[in-house]
C-alpha cells in the first residue's frame, strides 16, 4: 500500500515539483540565518538602494536589506502557518470525531456551529477576530486564522468518522464489547489519518496566504518585522513606481508557497485516493 502511494506521488510530476519547493523554502527558513547577508531589522546606510553586489535585493525606504527581510520572511510565515494549522488541528480533531461518532444531537450543535463559521467570508471573520483581540502581533494571526480553519478540519474529519465507523470490523470491535474510546482511538482514527494529512497540508499554503493579508492589513506583526505581509504593506506606495525590487520579492515568495502547498497537497490527495491503483 504504501509504495502504491509513492508510486502514485512519484508519477504527478506537479506534486513533486510542489514537494521539492516545500523543502526548499523550508530549508530557507531553518537557515535564515545563515543564508541572510544582513540583519533584517538593522537599517543600513543607503535607502531605496536598487540591487547591487552588496543588497542582492536593494533596499527599503527605511534602509533594510529586502533580501535578507525575504530570507527571514520565509521563517516567520512558515512557523506562523504551521502554528496556525497545529491549533486549528487541536480543535477541530477532537470536535470532529466526536460529531462523527456520537451523531444525533451533539452532532446538530457542532455542525451548525460550522455553518455559522462558515457563513462569514474567511477573510472577513479572520480580520473580524484579529480586531477583537485587539493587539497586533504573530500570535494575533495566529488566532485568527486558526479559527478561519477550524470549520473546514471539523467537517473533513467529521466525514472520514462517518465513513470508517460504517465499515464491518468497527462494527465488529463494537460486538465484541471493546470500549468505545478504545475504538475510536485504535480503530477509527488511524483510518482518518490520510484525509487529514492532505486537509492540513493544503491549510498550510492557506494559512500562509491569510496570515499574509493580516499583516498586510496591519493586524500583524509591527512594521519593522521581516514578515512578507508587513513588506507588502510597505512596497504598496511603490507598486507603479521604478522600485519594483521592493514589491516583487514578497509577491513571488508567497504565490510560490501557496503553489508549493497546493500542489504537493493534490498530489497526497491522489496518492491517498485508493481510485488511483492501478
Known amino acids: 500500500m504504501k509504495n502504491r502511494r509513492l508510486r502514485v506521488l512519484l508519477a504527478n510530476k506537479a506534486a513533486v515539483f510542489g514537494g521539492v519547493l516545500v523543502l526548499f523554502i523550508a530549508f530557507v527558513a531553518v537557515g535564515a540565518d545563515l543564508f541572510a547577508t544582513h540583519d533584517p531589522e538593522e537599517r543600513q546606510d543607503a535607502m531605496l538602494a536598487a540591487p547591487s553586489s552588496q543588497h542582492w535585493l536593494g533596499t527599503d525606504e527605511n534602509g533594510f536589506d529586502v533580501y535578507s527581510r525575504l530570507v527571514h520572511g520565509s521563517r516567520s510565515s512558515l512557523a506562523t502557518a504551521l502554528a496556525a494549522v497545529g491549533l486549528a488541528l487541536l480543535v477541530g480533531l477532537p470536535l470532529g470525531l466526536i460529531a462523527g461518532w456520537n451523531g444525533g444531537f451533539i452532532d446538530g450543535v457542532i455542525m451548525r456551529m460550522v455553518d455559522v463559521m462558515l457563513a462569514f467570508p474567511a477573510v472577513l471573520l479572520a480580520v473580524a477576530i484579529a480586531a477583537a483581540i485587539g493587539e497586533p502581533s504573530l500570535t494575533t494571526v495566529v488566532i485568527a486564522v486558526a479559527v478561519v480553519l477550524v470549520p473546514a478540519f471539523i467537517r473533513q474529519v467529521r466525514a472520514a468518522v462517518l465513513q470508517v465507523k460504517s465499515n464491518d470490523y468497527v462494527e465488529a ?106
Open 173 to 278: 470491535a463494537r460486538a465484541l464489547g471493546i470500549p468505545p474510546i478504545r475504538i475510536v482511538f485504535r480503530t477509527v482514527l488511524p483510518n482518518c489519518i490520510a484525509p487529514i494529512i492532505v486537509l492540513a497540508t493544503l491549510g498550510i499554503g492557506m494559512a500562509v496566504l491569510d496570515a499574509a493579508g493580516l499583516s498586510f492589513l496591519g493586524l500583524g506583526p509591527p512594521e519593522t518585522s521581516p514578515e512578507w505581509g508587513v513588506m507588502l504593506q510597505k512596497a504598496l506606495r511603490y507598486v507603479q513606481g521604478k522600485e519594483q525590487w521592493i514589491v516583487l520579492p514578497p509577491g513571488i515568495a508567497i504565490s510560490l508557497t501557496v503553489l508549493a502547498f497546493n500542489l504537493f497537497g493534490d498530489g497526497l490527495r491522489d496518492a491517498f485516493d485508493p481510485r488511483q491503483a492501478k
